[in-house]
């Protein structure tokens, strides 16, 4: 087990903290933001200090600042060369990362969604996946990708999230309207879904296709959903977004 500290302990950083004790490593954090920090003092002892001490007293670092804050606070910090360093912010690249934790050189870039704490989150790893998967598996996979650009893109996929729990907004509004109990229309939306995504063999390519094509034959209201989006420009608006947040985070 390890000493694992947190530079930055806001929302993202709440759930890996209390992950990593569960599985019996001891953490130390940062105290900004103070209700999470001493919320995780008295749930899970962790330590709450300044953040060189974070640094000084952790062998693993989970870097976990805004991207905007990341440079004007890891820069006043001595790092060392047996850091090892996970970083989950968005659009701080390996080349800013390395020069700013400098003279630590093991590095890994993820993406985690807070629902990670219980499980089941994929976690897109770039550099040393290994470190990431010793933390994180078996509950949370851990996907390689190979280049930085590759990382970027799943970031811009993990946006799809609130954009598709958008979508799901508007379909559970519209069905409260039809039947008056905006309840029971959103639990049947979201189970609905997510029911379905349970069941699902999610290891192959096509799967997704193919499970579209089960449902939407010829002359259903599947059908007829599927291409009203593709005519309506959905599939376009998608494509469009992804590649626009691909570009933002291209270094
Ligand atoms: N939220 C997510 O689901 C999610 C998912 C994937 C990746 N991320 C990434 O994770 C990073 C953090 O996101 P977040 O949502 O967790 O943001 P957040 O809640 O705002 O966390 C940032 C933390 O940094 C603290 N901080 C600010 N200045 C500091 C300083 N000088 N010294 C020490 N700590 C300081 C903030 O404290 P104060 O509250 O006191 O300002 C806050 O606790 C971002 O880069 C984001 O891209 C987030």
């Not at 947190?6 to 209700?35: D, M, W, Y």
């Not at 749930?43 to 990341?70: K, M, Y």
């Not at 090892?84 to 630590?104: D, G, N, Y």
């Not at 379909?171 to 379905?196: K, R």
């Amino acid at each position: 087990m390890s000493v694992i500290g947190f530079i930055g302990t806001g929302h993202i950083a709440n759930p890996l903290a209390r992950f990593l004790a569960a599985k019996g490593h001891h953490i130390v954090v940062t105290e900004r933001s103070t209700s999470v920090s001493a919320a995780l003092k008295a749930d899970i002892g962790a330590t709450v200090t300044d953040p060189q001490t974070v640094l000084d007293t952790s062998e693993i670092v989970f870097l976990c600042l805004r991207p905007h804050q990341a440079a004007e606070i890891l820069k006043t910090l001595s790092f060392r060369a047996d850091h090892r360093i996970v970083s989950v912010m968005a659009a701080v690249p390996e080349a800013q990362l390395k020069s700013l934790c400098a003279p630590a050189t093991t590095f890994v870039q993820t993406i985690p969604l807070g629902y990670l704490q219980q499980g089941g989150c994929p976690m897109a790893a770039y550099g040393d996946d290994r470190l990431l998967a010793g933390l994180m598996e078996p509950e949370n996979p851990v996907i390689k990708t190979s280049t930085e650009a590759a990382l970027n893109a799943h970031f811009a996929v993990c946006a799809m999230v609130p954009g598709i729990l958008d979508l799901l907004a508007t379909g559970a509004d519209w069905l409260g309207q039809q039947t008056g109990d905006e309840a029971a229309a959103e639990f049947y939306t979201t189970q609905l879904i997510a029911g379905f995504l349970s069941t699902m063999d999610k290891g192959r390519a096509g799967r997704l296709a193919a499970e579209r094509d089960a449902l939407a034959t010829e002359g259903t209201l599947s059908l007829q959903m599927t291409q009203t989006l593709q005519q309506g420009g959905a599939h376009d608006a998608l494509r469009d977004a992804l590649t626009a947040i691909g570009k933002r985070l291209e270094t």
